[in-house]
């Protein structure tokens, strides 16, 4: 390789690397945040008819200027993957950000309204990207819906039992929140929040002392022993995620350039050889001072 020239791999991971210098830069993430906070803003201060058609052209520019400044942002996020492309769409955040940017300047979606107030409605989720404990909350809540999923068969199953038992010993006697299966499962769903257990209670005494224990069970059941299995899964969730996220933070780290790694090793060994060479030169040491 000719000294001073270099490849277009190595222009590219070079733009590479002084890019993605420009995105790690804090002032970059502000920026995207304010635009963010403005975009909501925006949003809000859309909600008030009289305002909004007052201020309509004001509104529109700025709205303009905004999507410049994300599309503008994406752009830059994109370079910063110039010499590895595909590293590009391995981030969720850039795929997210890229289509709703995108859709924006589709033809169609961009004139309709209501889909262009949902798009931009979609950018503040974009607030995730540059908070780092959000994003883990956010990583944490997708990983915990297997557990979520398990955790709502079984309270189904536990409601479903419990209302029919509810609906063969008090339908007679209360009708009104036992006399049929739907009845006992809202009357139960409510229950699980242990909103007028004291009543419910009461109540089930006067049909039958026995009540006492069906409710007391239930409540054992659905209120401590199944919310405590939610919370398990849900702090379980949060430890992937905080893994997660470290190990997608060593792995966005800037990859050495292996040009420039290739011309190291061969410039060390090119010193190694000057070394050997001047070996021979070396005045050969007293038999004493080897010993010592």
Not at 8 to 20: C, D, M, T
Not at 105 to 119: A, E, H, K, N, W
């Given at each position: 390789m000719t000294p001073g020239v270099q490849t277009?791999?190595?222009?590219?991971?070079?733009?590479?690397?002084?890019?993605?210098s420009l995105t790690q830069a804090p002032w970059f993430s502000h920026t995207a945040m304010c635009a963010i906070a403005l975009n909501a803003v925006l949003l809000g201060v859309e909600t008030y008819a009289g305002f909004a058609h007052r201020w309509a052209t004001p509104l529109g520019i700025v709205e303009h200027v905004l999507l410049g400044l994300f599309a503008l942002e994406i752009l830059v996020r994109a370079l910063a993957h110039a010499d590895r492309p595909s590293d590009f769409f391995r981030n969720p955040w850039n795929i997210f950000d890229a289509l709703v940017v995108?859709?924006?300047?589709?033809?169609?979606?961009?004139?309709?309204?209501?889909?262009?107030?949902?798009?931009?409605?979609?950018?503040?989720?974009?607030t995730a990207r540059f908070l780092p404990q959000l994003r883990i909350i956010l990583n944490a809540i997708g990983k915990s819906l297997p557990g979520m999923a398990s955790f709502l068969l079984v309270g189904s199953l536990v409601l479903y039992l419990y209302a029919m038992i509810g609906w063969t010993c008090f339908a007679t006697a209360d009708p009104e929140h036992y006399g049929s299966l739907g009845r006992a499962v809202i009357t139960l769903f409510v229950l699980m929040t242990l909103d007028g257990l004291g009543e419910a209670v009461r109540a089930g005494l006067d049909i039958s002392p026995w009540s006492f224990a069906y409710y007391a069970s239930y409540v054992l059941l659905s209120s401590f022993l199944l919310v405590n299995l939610l919370i398990g899964v849900v702090i379980n969730s949060l430890d992937q995620a905080r893994v997660s996220e470290e190990t997608f933070n060593a792995s966005q780290a800037p990859k050495p350039d292996p040009a420039a790694i290739h011309e190291s090793i061969a410039a060390l060994r090119a010193g190694l050889d000057q070394l050997e060479q001047q070996l021979p030169l070396v005045p050969a040491q007293p038999e004493r001072l080897r010993k010592s």
């Open positions: 277009p791999s190595g222009r590219q991971h070079l733009v590479a690397q002084r890019v993605h995108l859709c924006a300047f589709t033809p169609g979606i961009g004139q309709d309204s209501t889909v262009l107030r949902l798009l931009r409605l979609a950018r503040v989720i974009r």
